[in-house]
C-alpha cells in the first residue's frame, strides 16, 4: 500500500476530491494546512505572506493504483493547461499496515486482509 499525501490550492481541492471520486478512490482525509514552498511565501505590495493555505488530500492506494491516482490528482489540482508557481507538492510513503477499527481488520502491503483478535 501506498499513502499520497496531497497538498493543494485550496480552490482546488474540491475539483481533487470529485476526481478521486470518479476514479473510484473515494477515501480522503482533507486537512487545512499552511507552509510554504521554494518561493518562500508570495510578497503583496509591501506586505510579505511567508505561511500560505493549502489543502492536504490523504489517501491510502493499492501500490497498483500508485501512478494512476498521482495523475489524477495532478491533473484536477493544476491551475490551467501549465501550471503555475504553488499549485502545490504529492508526496509518496509506503504504508506497511493499516487496521480498520471498527471491524479489526488488518492489511499488511497490498496482501488479503486478516482479522485481529482484540
Known amino acids: 500500500m501506498i499513502m499520497i499525501r496531497s ?6 481541492a474540491d475539483d481533487v476530491l470529485a476526481a478521486l471520486m470518479d476514479a473510484g478512490f473515494p477515501a480522503v482525509t482533507r486537512t487545512a494546512v499552511v507552509g510554504r514552498g521554494k518561493q518562500r511565501g508570495i510578497k503583496i505590495g509591501e506586505i510579505t505572506y511567508d505561511e500560505i493555505p493549502k489543502e492536504m488530500l490523504l489517501t491510502v492506494v493499492k501500490s ?55
Open 7 to 12: 497538498i493543494v490550492r485550496p480552490e482546488k
Open 64 to 118: 497498483k493504483d500508485k501512478e494512476f491516482v498521482i495523475r489524477t490528482v495532478m491533473q484536477a489540482a493544476r491551475t490551467g493547461e501549465k501550471g503555475a508557481f504553488g499549485d502545490g507538492k504529492i508526496f509518496v510513503s509506503p504504508v506497511e499496515e493499516a487496521y480498520t477499527i471498527s471491524s479489526g481488520i488488518k492489511e499488511t502491503g497490498d496482501g488479503e486482509p486478516e482479522e485481529v483478535k482484540i
